[in-house]
């Protein structure tokens, strides 16, 4: 007496190759690197406009320095993998006095979220959509 065969199932698994798994793992490597990079360099903006501040301060004891940042996590908001790797959303961001061009335009850049505002109060970017 003969065994019946077994029953072929009618789903495939996935399948792929080890070219598609390098390919799938470098995407995501450079996608997560970029990342690190934004979050770094926005970390490095902060703490150039902190030791700025803080400087202002110094060679102006009468002169407020301006605040670092207000954060409302209801109203900006930034991708969940970012929180993940350190960054934090940033609703106001207040440069310090004597900020060149090219610091607004890194800021802005930088801090798509924010509403970016000079050390005079003057608006420099749009209202972000939220």
């Not at 077994?6 to 070219?19: N, T």
């Not at 490597?29 to 690190?36: K, S, V």
């Not at 930034?78 to 900020?99: C, K, S, V, Y």
């Amino acid at each position: 007496m003969q065994c019946p065969p077994a029953p072929k199932h009618s789903r495939r698994w996935f399948q792929f190759g080890m070219g598609t798994l390098f390919l799938v793992t470098t995407v995501f490597a450079l996608w997560l690197g970029w990342n690190f990079k934004l979050v770094r360099a926005r970390q490095e903006f902060l703490l150039w406009r902190d030791t700025q501040c803080e400087a202002e301060s110094r060679e102006n004891p009468g002169l407020v320095a301006p605040l670092a940042i207000w954060v409302r996590p209801e109203s900006a908001k930034i991708p969940m993998w970012r929180n993940w790797l350190g960054d934090q959303a940033t609703e106001f961001l207040i440069l310090p006095r004597g900020a060149t061009v090219e610091d607004h335009d890194k800021a802005k850049s930088l801090f798509t979220e924010a509403l970016v505002y000079a050390a005079d109060g003057t608006l420099l970017t749009d209202v972000p959509n939220r």
